[in-house]
């Protein structure tokens, strides 16, 4: 699994088309993308008139732990910073969902989402956290997602995650194989302005 490294550290996809029987002028809108290398993720959404849409990104990267040799595996968080919604306009039959998550391997996702029926409007502006525990220098995959979906009268939905890690220890760091890096965290020592400015003078 983690015999190679990819280098293609940025995609973006986006869609667009008219929507069955939405009639003239009717269309929908899908648009789904991630920047491995920024650790952003995105899925949007449009039924328009009449429709039906589903849009979602999967950003898989490897990562490897880095910083001073420890006995034991350093503990550390996983985080996805979530920002969505999913609205429906209308009263007739329609709905819409927008929803992320995140694992580590094949392991059991943590995942939260937000759905709406007619004339509806959920929103979301929460944080995926998930715990890690790894060696200095061992490598392990997480993957994250982002999803939209929706249909019927007037439904959209739109989804974006920021990923990050947090809890390192000072001195540790992570970086991955498409660009993206966690650290390192560096401890820093109290000081004054007028001994940074005899410093660099």
Do not use: N
């Not at 699994?1 to 009717?26: N, V």
């Not at 007739?92 to 007619?118: I, N, Q, T, W, Y």
């Not at 959920?122 to 200095?136: N, W, Y």
């Amino acid at each position: 699994m983690f015999s190679y490294c990819s280098t293609l550290a940025r995609r973006d996809t986006t869609l667009f088309g008219y929507a069955p029987g939405g009639g003239p002028g009717g269309h929908t809108t899908m648009r789904a993308g991630y920047d491995a290398l920024a650790g952003r993720i995105y899925a949007d959404g449009d039924s328009g008139p009449d429709g039906s849409f589903t849009s979602s990104a999967v950003a898989r990267d490897r990562y490897t732990l880095f910083g001073p040799a420890s006995p034991g595996p350093i503990a550390f968080t996983a985080r996805l910073h979530v920002v969505g919604f999913a609205a429906v306009e209308r009263q007739l039959h329609a709905g819409a969902s927008a929803g992320a998550s995140l694992r580590e391997g094949s392991d059991p996702a943590v995942e939260l989402g937000a759905s709406a029926g007619p004339e509806g409007y959920t929103s979301i502006d929460q944080e995926l956290a998930l715990p890690i525990r790894h060696f200095v220098g061992e490598s392990f995959e997480l993957t994250y997602t982002a999803s939209a979906s929706g249909y019927g009268l007037q439904s959209t939905a739109s989804i974006s995650g920021q990923f990050s890690f947090a809890d390192l220890p000072p001195g540790y760091g992570v970086s991955s194989c498409q660009g993206f890096s966690g650290g390192p965290v560096v401890a820093l020592a109290p000081t004054s302005w007028g001994k940074v400015k005899i410093r660099y003078r």
